[in-house]
């Protein structure tokens, strides 16, 4: 059983009413809520994983410790509420209590974790396809690539299992479509400025393609999603980014 999570000024609320508009819960649970302390804010989203489900940020654990042991159970639009302190520090409560640093930081990790998350989720949806197309369970089983060679497999069944943008993240990026003129010092000016870089590894006898690692996935996660897609050079040639294939 995972353990309960510590104390914090956000309270996580769940089993709330899906049928009720989000701006009309938001505004209800601040009625109901504003009575145990500040609230900085309230997150509540729209899309299918979220619905059912919001965050209330107290100015202190005080108040939201009050809230949850007096509101627990609490039936809202016929449905009783489930409250529980949220795992993870709200980016409003990090922005308010910390310097700027640590909340670039904070919000850094918060992404990547959902980056991470989520390319986890769609490696494993495409995984299931040819299973559930009635392959038969050999023809289905992927084609372990060989490890560290970063490279897309000349293999079509292989490269067929798991494209390149569904790959889960790891801490070494592959880079391909470069310039020929783009150098270590190059790709280090491009690369260095996110968290854990730690360096640039061209293929001898090969242009275009490059190797960057990171100390840890949040650190390639964050230049992953900053910058692939980049414009590069006189002939502006889009960069390509993804994951070393494991």
Do not use: W
């Amino acid at each position: 059983m995972a353990a309960n999570p510590p104390p914090s000024a956000t309270v996580y609320a769940r089993n709330l009413q899906e049928r009720i508009r989000v701006e009309q819960l938001k505004e209800s649970l601040e009625e109901l809520f504003s009575e145990y302390g500040e609230i900085i804010e309230i997150v509540a989203k729209t899309n299918l994983k979220a619905k059912g489900q919001a965050f209330i940020v107290f100015d202190s654990v005080e108040s939201a410790q009050k809230a949850i042991d007096e509101v627990q159970g609490f039936e809202l639009f016929g449905k009783e509420m489930e409250l529980a302190f949220a795992r993870t520090r709200s980016d409003a409560t990090v922005k308010r209590e910390g310097p700027n640093d640590e909340f670039e930081s904070h919000k850094r990790r918060r992404l990547a974790e959902k980056d991470k998350k989520k390319a986890a989720e769609q490696a494993e949806s495409k995984l299931k396809r040819p299973g559930a197309s009635g392959i038969a369970p050999e023809a289905a089983r992927p084609i372990k690539a060989t490890r560290g060679a970063g490279l897309k497999s000349s293999n079509p069944a292989g490269a067929a299992v798991i494209p390149d943008e569904y790959l889960p993240p790891n801490k070494i990026l592959f880079v391909q479509n470069l310039p020929d003129e783009y150098e270590v010092d190059s790709l280090t000016a491009i690369f260095g400025r996110f968290e854990g870089f730690r360096e640039v590894r061209l293929v001898p006898g090969r242009k275009g393609i490059a190797f960057v690692e990171y100390e840890s996935e949040t650190g390639a996660i964050s230049a992953k999603e900053n910058v692939a897609g980049m414009a590069l050079g006189a002939e502006s040639k889009v960069m390509k980014v993804t994951y070393q294939r494991q």
